[in-house]
Each structure stands twice: as C-alpha cells, then as structure tokens.
C-alpha cells in the first residue's frame, strides 16, 4: 500500500471501499498497529485526537485501545475465544481498561449486550462462542468493540461472513450506536449500498491506493474517477432485463509487490491515453474538495 | 442446557468403555501368560511331593483352561487379590502387600515428575511460541534438544554422582516417606524427579509452542490486541487454555508410561517403588505377581486417561460439542 491518507473526522462515517485484495483491510489494521510479524515494512503517520501513534511500541498504543479506537472484526466465527465464556471475554476490557470491579463490570456487560439487541442478555454471558449464531457473535463482538466508549471504530467488513438477512440488521444496530454515542466510524466494505446508507465521506481503494475521496452523496451522483464509476456500474441490477452478461471490470487487480510504470487501473480502464500508462496520476483535490487520482477524469476536472 | 441432560449417559457410556478396555487388556495378558516360552508346570511345579504339586497347581489355576483361569483370575483381581509370590513349597507373600508398599511410593515420583515437568514446560512453551524464531526460541529449543537426547538414566547417575556424591547437596539415593519427614522426602525426591522430568519438559514445551504458534495467528488473538490487553495477559487467559489440549493428552499418556516405565530410575535412586516390583517380578520370574502389576498399570491408564478427557472437556468446550454432548 501506498499514498494512502485518510481523515475520518470525530463523530462521523468513513465508508471504505474497493474490490478484493485493494488493501482496505490491511489499511485499518496498520491505523491500529495490528500488523505484526518479521515481513510488515511501514513508514507514515498514524494521528490519533492530535496525537502520533503511528510509531509508538505496540504496548503503547494499546492504551488508546478500547478507549480510543476500537475494531470489529470481519468474521465472527473466528474473532471470539472459542474456549472462554461471552461474559469473561466482555467484561475482561471493563475490568482491564476501565478498572470497574469484577461485579460492576458483569452487570455492565449484561447492559451492553440488551444494547446491541441480544435477547436474554443474562442467559447469553454464560455462553460459549459455539453457542451462538454468526448474527449473534457479531452483536457480542461490536459490544466488546464499544465496552470502553472509542471514539473511533473501524468496521471490517462487518457483515460479510453474515446471512443476507442479518446484514441490514447489523448495519443499522452500527449506524445507531454511531449517532447514540457520538463515534466516529470507517466502515470498511465492498458493498456500495451499504457505503450510500450507513457512512457520511466514501473512500475508495484501488490496489492499496486511494483513487476518489467525497462526501458520499457526491461520489454516487458524480464520481471522477473510471474505477468508482466501472465499480457502480458493476452492481446487478432489478429494473434490467435478466438473462444479460452480468457487467463486470475486466481483468484483475495488478500484482502489488510488482508494480508496473503508469495508473494501477490503467489495463483496465476503458477510457485509458497514452499517459496513463507511464505516468502515475497525483491525487488532485477539486474546488469543492472532491479527491480524485486521474489525469482525464469523468466530467472533467472539476 | 442441553450439555447437563446427556452428561449422565455419556459418563455411563464412557465407562462401559473404560471396564471394556480394560478386560481386553487383562485378558490378552492372562493368555500370554500361558503363550510363556516356559511351562508355568515346569517352572513352578516341579520337585515336589504328589500332594504338594496337586495343591500348587490348584492354587496357581493351572488346571483350568484359559478362559475359566481368567475369569478366576478377575474375581480375585477385583476383589484386590493379586494372588502371592510364588515359592517353590506354596505360601509367599502376597501380592496385594507389595503393591501397597511399592505403589505409593511410585505414584509420587510420577505426579511430582509431571507438576515439574508442565510447570516447566508451560512457561517455557509459551515464551518460545511468542518469540518464534528469535533468539529466545532457538535457545530454548537447542538446550532442551541436548536435554532431551540424554538417556534418563544417564542423567540419573550423573545426578546422583555430582549433586549426591561430590558436591553432597541432595542424597544420591534413598527414599524417605512424608509422615517421617517431609523435607527429608522432597529432597530425596528431587534428583529422580529432574531425572524423568526433563526429557519430558523437552517433548512438553515442543507440543505446546507448536499449539501457542497456531493459536496466535487466530482472529480473537488479534482482537484481544485490539481491546488493549497486554501481551502477557493475552497469552496467559487468551492463548494458553485453547493451545494445552495436546499437551495435556500427552501427559496423560505419560502417566502409564511413567508409572510402569520408572524402573530404571527407580533402580538408580534406589526407590523400592513399583518399577522396582516389576523388575524384581522380571528376573524372579514371578509371572502371576507380574500379570497383577501390569494389569494395575493397564488400569492407571485407562483411568488417568479419562481424567485428563474430563479436564480437557473444561479447558476447552469445543471439545465437548464435536463429542456430541
């Protein structure tokens, strides 16, 4: 990843998207610090509330953890300890983090299950992870995410291991708790739709690069960038005859570890010049803010 | 819950399993007792007078065939006869009073040896996987792969020579019971202990590292990250419980293991333990005494093994769902 540089502003939704393997989940993880291991090479500045954590020791920056930012993970299979009860596992940050006793804690984790809509909040504690359901261990994994109150949560895909039906549920529980308690949230995702009801500024990533950045109502209606708009133009759609192709972006995404000269999107971008194949595109902020990354953008440059 | 209404059908059916694995067990070593090289006749019945034979062989069961022999032979063992030494004119000690001597006695050498060995090993595991492959890790893993390939009965005399003998810290043999003096009895016990312990402690912490290693690269391990806990707590109330299920097998393996195979180690320290019977039994060729010693090590197993199952179940749940509970 490179040239990434994102603001999500206090109290308001960043939607984060782009197609598979575009790095919207590595760029949360490195925002947190999450990345770990001997082939992790990072430069750059994470600023959190005015403050530069981005080069803080990995035990440092967990003091913002929980409090400041907090993380929902993409699958919730995987992202609750199998072997400890939902109740020890929620209440561990109340009693970690914000010192409540054991007891206080307990109750307080009981709250915040009813507030993630669990019924039976009680019953639940006593639960193992195996116990529930995926829609269900995502409710208990967005509590623990806002046990401590952060001001900042990243959502990671938050419903794509989930049940077509329970997405929009999930997705409103996360919008509600946002304006309930005044978090800012990047919202990562692949999903448009989700990005044009729940989030406030789009962000779109394309092969660890941001390519368009606007309000979200402004990217829908018109976006700049012949990613975004291949992107939306990739949506099925009711209201067409169906039996037709599918339409989709040809080719894939290129290899990040091996660059070519030139737009990352320019082998597949139906409206490529010459220039676009040597030069990389500078991001360019237009006069009402729109970011964009293209040399002959849709509409022109605004 | 469900798991409490089909607990009590699931410990019956475990233990019709236990009481099976263990007639099979008994049984097949009741005919390799008649499968013996040496007629039990020959050897035990010979060089008497008519009456004499008549009884020794009526008492020892050799007149019956396999089969009624072993059932003979379970009455007897469930009942707590392991029949007697057997001495050429009839009438030995009994069996049962050599156990009760030498089993204890073993028993503490084995739980000593396992406490050591896993309070060792855990540590030891969970620092190594946390620091795979760094400095740490390949010393941890060299020195206990030296350990390791030194025969515990080598690592026994030496012991005994230098900490016993030379330096005179630890006495180089002997076995001193709690009730007369507890102290005495640690510090006798130490040098065998470290002589069965640190082999162990070297396959331990290799099972455990291999487990923390995949466990960290779990998803909830991250999120634990993510919720501010420090390492040390993750590790410990996070990673440990889901990565000791192998390692606890394991040493439920070892307890037959360590209880029937202590022998050399219980030869060197001089602990008349049950090890000791066993190679007495061995070379005395007192085939019955053997026959009940194997067989109470058989049951050790067999119920030790269960031990650790129900344990298991309660570190990790997960466990008991795949078993259908």
Not at chain 2, 168 to 179: A, D, M, Q, R, T
Request: net charge positive; hydrophobic share 45%; aromatic share 8%.
């Amino acid at each position: 990843m490179r040239g990434v540089d994102i603001d999500v502003q206090a109290a308001s939704s960043m939607g984060i998207v782009g197609e598979s393997g575009s790095g919207k989940t590595v760029m949360c993880r490195a925002a947190m610090g999450l990345l770990r291991g001997g082939n992790v090479r990072s430069s750059g500045s994470v600023v959190f509330d005015g403050d530069e954590i981005g080069n803080l020791p990995s035990a440092d920056v967990r003091k913002y953890f929980g409090t400041g930012m907090a993380m929902i993970f993409q699958d919730p299979m995987t992202a609750l300890n199998p072997v400890r009860r939902i109740g020890s596992q929620l209440a561990e940050s109340l009693v970690i983090r914000l010192g409540m006793n054991k007891k206080a804690a307990r109750d307080r984790a009981a709250e915040l299950l009813a507030l993630v809509r669990i019924p039976d909040p009680e019953a639940t504690l006593r639960k193992f992870p195996g116990q529930l359901s995926g829609g269900m261990r995502q409710r208990v994994v967005i509590a623990t995410a806002i046990a401590c109150k952060p001001k900042l949560l990243f959502a990671d895909e938050p419903t794509t291991a989930l049940d077509v039906t329970v997405q929009a549920q999930i997705l409103e529980l996360l919008s509600d708790l946002r304006r309930d308690l005044n978090m800012a949230m990047a919202l990562v995702t692949h999903d448009l739709g989700v990005v044009a009801n729940h989030t406030d500024y789009v962000t779109v990533l394309y092969a660890g690069l941001v390519v368009e950045q606007a309000p979200t109502t402004k990217l829908f209606t018109s976006m700049r960038m012949p990613y975004t708009e291949a992107l939306l133009k990739s949506i099925p759609r009711l209201d067409q005859p169906s039996g037709g192709r599918m339409p989709m972006i040809g080719g894939r995404l290129p290899d990040p570890t091996n660059p070519e000269p030139g737009c990352p999107f320019a082998p597949r971008c139906p409206y490529v010049q010459d220039r676009c194949r040597s030069e990389v595109p500078p991001l360019t902020t237009a006069a009402d803010g729109h970011v964009y990354r293209c040399f002959y953008p849709i509409g022109g440059h605004g | 819950m469900k798991a409490k209404t089909t607990s009590i059908v699931d410990v019956l059916k475990r233990l019709a399993q236990l009481l099976l694995v263990v007639i099979g067990a008994t049984f097949l070593l009741s005919l390799l007792l008649r499968l013996l090289p040496v007629g039990l006749k020959e050897l035990y019945v010979t060089g008497l007078f008519e009456e004499d034979r008549q009884r020794q062989i009526k008492e020892l069961g050799l007149d019956r065939n396999a089969f009624s022999y072993y059932l003979h032979w379970l009455w007897d063992f469930v009942r707590g006869d392991f029949g007697r030494i057997v001495l050429p004119g009839g009438g030995g000690e009994s069996v049962a009073s050599h156990v009760g001597r030498a089993l204890p006695k073993t028993l503490q050498l084995v739980f000593y040896t396992q406490i050591f060995a896993l309070a060792v090993a855990i540590p030891l595991g969970i620092l190594s996987a946390y620091r795979a492959g760094r400095r740490t890790d390949r010393f941890v893993s060299y020195g206990l792969f030296t350990a390791a390939s030194v025969p515990n009965f080598v690592l026994g005399l030496l012991l005994a020579l230098i900490v016993g003998a030379k330096l005179e810290w630890l006495p180089p043999l002997g076995y001193v019971p709690i009730s007369e003096s507890f102290v005495d009895h640690i510090r006798g016990m130490v040098l065998p202990v470290l002589s069965l312990g640190i082999p162990l402690i070297a396959s331990y912490t290799r099972l455990l590292r291999t487990d923390v290693i995949a466990t960290l690269r779990e998803d909830f391990v991250t999120m634990a990250v993510a919720k501010g806990l420090s390492d040390r707590r993750i590790l410990f109330t996070h990673v440990l419980r889901p990565s000791s299920v192998t390692l606890l097998t394991a040493a439920a393996l070892n307890m037959g293991a360590l209880i029937g195979g202590s022998l050399v180690i219980e030869r060197v320290f001089s602990i008349p333990g049950l090890g000791t019977e066993i190679g007495f039994a061995i070379f005395g060729r007192q085939y019955f005494a053997l026959q009940a010693y194997v067989a109470l090590v058989a049951v050790g197993y067999v119920v030790f093994n269960s031990v650790i199952d129900v344990i298991v179940g309660i570190v990790d749940p997960r466990t008991r769902e795949r078993r259908g509970a």
